[in-house]
């Protein structure tokens, strides 16, 4: 899919501050009338946050909040009916300000690998302690990103849908750096493959499916694995542009050349000055000048974003930051070189 599809120039990752719904799906909306995203405002609560809308998708699985973090339970309560709730609130908003929109449109859920990583079983102890109950989740985040995207499809008739699936813990899933309960030792590291085939599972729900569409994977962490998320399925890659080395060159170079979408994360996720919009984007030119590419691919390859969510920022910095990111992507259009 990613070889026929054209992402526009600019979106937003996923959460905003505050806690008025219709607010941000302005804001969102708004920003970026070509690829505008389903807001998350992890201010209002447990349950507006990331982890807490995706345990609020989970079919036959339920999940409370503890102090230490979201378990899994026998019953669905009142944490996950809150989370609910406020997915139904931010989507009655979305779909007042997309009324007649035709276009991509970009939802957002934690992904599989970062749900085990963070999800508690009835012990204390990681879903990702216990190989069946990884199975388990991840056949349930399937089901209930299914569910969700036809809902999404209801209310936004025109849209095409882009799936965004949260993966910060990804990296320390790989490499056995997930601590366990206790905090003295950690999680052993899963094997690659078994990691790469539940990516693809949960991929082909959307990426697979009639009427489906791209999948992005989202990661703020450092070691983004590209290769690993490209076989999976991954239609783009989503990353803090700013934790990249060198290193990553020859994976980045691989990725564009096979046609995969980089969000690049150039605008800061959190208050402070702005550069001007040509500055955003200059590592991008560096990076681009460094692997050989051809100048004029730029815009057909990236998509610029703030590095991570918004939630942290004050209301005024995230519609600015948005603001900057487009006007960064246009810079990077007008003189790629």
């Not at 708004?30 to 447990?46: I, S, T, V, Y």
């Not at 378990?71 to 139904?88: E, N, V």
């Not at 009427?211 to 990661?219: F, I, K």
Request: a negative charge; glycine letters at 12%.
């Amino acid at each position: 899919m990613n070889d026929t599809l054209h992402f526009p120039p600019a979106t937003g990752i996923g959460s905003l501050p505050g806690t008025d719904a219709r607010e941000a799906a302005k804001t969102a909306t708004g920003a970026f009338e070509d690829f505008p995203h389903l807001p998350e405002l992890p201010a209002r609560g447990p349950g507006a946050d990331m982890m807490g809308r995706t345990a609020g998708l989970l079919v036959e699985l339920y999940a409370r909040v503890e102090p230490s973090g979201w378990r899994i339970g026998d019953r669905p309560g009142r944490d996950t009916r809150r989370a609910r709730s406020w997915l139904g609130e931010d989507l009655d908003a979305l779909e007042e300000f997309t009324q007649g929109y035709e276009g991509l449109l970009k939802v957002q859920a934690v992904g599989p690998w970062t749900l085990a990583a963070s999800l508690e079983l009835r012990n204390g102890e990681a879903a990702l302690s216990d190989p069946g109950a990884c199975r388990d989740l991840a056949a349930s985040l399937a089901e209930g990103l299914r569910l969700h995207l036809d809902e999404v499809r209801r209310r936004v008739p025109g849209a095409r849908l882009v799936l965004q699936l949260d993966e910060p813990s990804l990296t320390a899933v790989l490499r056995g750096q997930v601590r366990t309960a206790s905090g003295y030792r950690t999680h052993r590291a899963v094997d690659r493959q078994i990691v790469e085939a539940t990516l693809r599972d949960v991929i082909a729900v959307h990426d697979g499916a009639d009427g489906g569409g791209p999948v992005v994977v989202h990661s703020c962490a450092p070691d983004v694995p590209f290769a690993l998320l490209r076989r999976a399925g991954a239609a783009g890659i989503s990353f803090d542009f700013s934790l990249l080395t060198e290193r990553d060159d020859e994976v980045i170079g691989e990725a564009v050349e096979g046609g995969t979408r980089l969000f690049a994360g150039v605008v800061p996720g959190t208050d402070g000055p702005l550069s001007d919009p040509a500055g955003s984007v200059m590592g991008v030119r560096t990076l681009w000048r460094r692997l050989g590419l051809r100048p004029g691919l730029l815009p057909e390859a990236v998509t610029v974003t703030p590095a991570c969510g918004l939630a942290g920022a004050f209301p005024g910095y995230a519609r600015s930051a948005y603001a900057h990111c487009v006007r960064a992507a246009r810079s990077l259009a007008d003189n790629p070189e």
